[in-house]
């Protein structure tokens, strides 16, 4: 063992000078730095990501800027100038006010109107007033107890008896079906205000939808009216034809009385 440290020492001792160089260079010379888990792809790729960046925010997001701009001005235009809001809240209140307006209507319409005192006119009245075309088969018998019936041939002239028939059966036809233009006007009434609820909540975009509806509903109510106009000619027009008739009927019986005083002149 102290051979071996010996000789240490002295190889120690015959390289002093060449220890103490490699010390001093050591010492002098700056460390040398070591790459570790980095790589140079990764500063490319965060440049890429960096001018994507710049590209996005400058060109694209510049055209989309743009782009918002015109749409908030068409909204704009939509709001002030096509649908404005204070002009729709405008109508809207019109619509409520004319809403009530048909209510009132509504009930002047129906306040009762009978006057019929006896029990035969009462019961007539009360099923031409009814408003229901349920009751129309009820018409016939309570028209008769009101108005008779037909004469039996052996009390009148089958002229007679044809002209009765044909202006109770035009009578009792306009009066059915004044009960089914009566339904059908409240089936109208109900709806006009189903429409007139359907505007105060309409949006701008659906009034014309609302708007086609209404009048559909006004091309069907002039047809009812024409109806109704039909039956007003037709019962005119059976009274003109029973004055006709009248006058058919008298010139028939000057004729007969001009015959029987000429025979009876003859006899004489």
Same mark, same amino acid.
């Given at each position: 063992?102290? @051979? ?35 790589? #140079? ?9 960096? @001018? ?23 909204? =704009? ?43 035969? #006119?009462? =019961?007539?009245e009360t099923i031409l007033?009814? $408003?229901? #075309?349920?009751?129309?088969?009820? @018409? ?11 004469p039996l041939p052996q ?7 044809? =002209?009765?028939?044909? @202006? ?39 009034? #014309? ?10 091309? $069907? ?12 000619? $037709?019962? $005119? ?27 009876i002149l003859k006899r004489?």
């Amino acid at each position: 063992m102290k @051979t071996y440290l010996a000789k240490i020492f002295g190889w120690v001792r015959l390289h002093t000078m060449a220890l103490s160089v490699l010390l001093l260079l050591a010492a002098i010379l700056p460390p040398v730095q070591v790459q570790g888990q980095s790589s #140079p792809c990764c500063a490319v790729l965060s440049a890429g990501l960096g @001018t994507i960046n710049t590209t996005l925010g400058s060109v694209i997001g510049g055209g989309l800027s743009s782009i918002n701009g015109v749409l908030t001005t068409i909204q =704009q235009f939509e709001q002030q100038v096509v649908w404005p809001v204070q002009a729709i809240a405008q109508a809207r209140g019109l619509v409520g006010a004319i809403q009530g307006i048909y209510t009132q209507i509504r009930n002047i319409f129906n306040i009762p109107i009978s006057s019929a005192t006896l029990a035969n #006119p009462r =019961q007539l009245e009360t099923i031409l007033l009814s $408003r229901s #075309p349920g009751q129309i088969g009820n @018409t016939p018998g309570a028209y008769g107890a009101v108005y008779g019936v037909v004469p039996l041939p052996q009390n009148a002239s089958p002229q007679m008896r044809d =002209q009765v028939d044909m @202006t109770d059966a035009v009578a009792q036809d306009a009066l059915e079906r004044a009960i089914v233009i009566d339904a059908i006007a409240d089936q109208e009434l109900q709806a006009a205000d189903q429409i007139n609820a359907s505007i105060q909540s309409a949006a701008p975009g659906s009034a #014309p939808i609302v708007e086609a509806q209404a009048d559909a509903w006004l091309v $069907r109510s002039h047809a009812y009216t024409q109806s109704a106009l039909a039956d007003l000619m $037709r019962v $005119r027009a059976i009274d003109l034809a029973n004055s006709g008739a009248t006058m058919k009927y008298g010139s028939s019986g000057a004729v007969g009385t001009h015959q029987d005083v000429n025979t009876i002149l003859k006899r004489q």
